[in-house]
Each structure stands twice: as C-alpha cells, then as structure tokens.
Nanobody, 118 residues
C-alpha cells in the first residue's frame, strides 16, 4: 500500500523558518506531480505549492518569495522550505502526490501542523 508521510511541522516565531518533508512509501513505479496544501482553522484547504516531475513549480501568491518546493525523486520525497513565516501561515499542511503504482492514484498525507506565533 502506498502512503505519504509528512514531517517537520511545529511551533515557530514569526520571521522564522521550517522545513517540511513528505515521503512516499510502498511499491511505486513513478510519481508525477507533488505538492503542498494547507488548511487553516475555519477555512478551506488551499494550494501552497506544486512541483511536476520535470521540476516545474507553481506557488500561491501569498507564499511566493518565501517558500520553496523541491523534490528528491530517488527518495520519493517532496520538501517545502518555509522562510519569513507569518502568523497567517498557521495551518495544517498536507502533502499531495499523483503516484503511479498498480494504478495511478491521487494521494494525500495526514497532515502536519505548523503554528506561527506573533
């Protein structure tokens, strides 16, 4: 069974940095797009950043210039480097990946909480 496991969340002061990781495990033939989404309390889940298998990236306007998404295909892992964090970045961050194994599946991790204090 293929699953995504996030790590790296926590509590940080405004202006600080965190690095999130998401590793895909199981029998995987390939991973297409990977990305990070977030959901703040009382709000809908929103896109943060995505990266394709060709390393083409896309960012939400609210994080451009502060967050960087990258991937390590050998490790089936995607990263999110978050700098200059703001209290409004507080949310549960979810990893997403389109994984090709027995079938092609759109998978989600369980989420990791990021809390930015002012």
């Amino acid at each position: 069974q293929v699953q995504l496991v996030e790590s790296g969340g926590g509590l940080v002061q405004a202006g600080g940095s965190l690095r999130l990781s998401c590793a895909a495990s199981g029998v995987i033939f390939s991973i297409k797009a990977m990305g990070w989404y977030r959901q703040a309390p009382g709000k809908q889940r929103e896109l943060v950043a995505t990266i394709t298998s060709a390393d083409s990236t896309n960012y939400a306007d609210s994080v451009k210039g502060r967050f960087t998404i990258s991937r390590d295909n050998a490790k089936n892992t995607v990263y999110l480097e978050m700098n200059a964090l703001k209290p409004e970045d507080t949310a549960v961050y979810y990893c997403n990946a389109v994984v090709v194994h027995l079938v092609t599946a759109n998978l989600w991790g369980k989420g990791t909480l990021v809390t930015v204090s002012s």
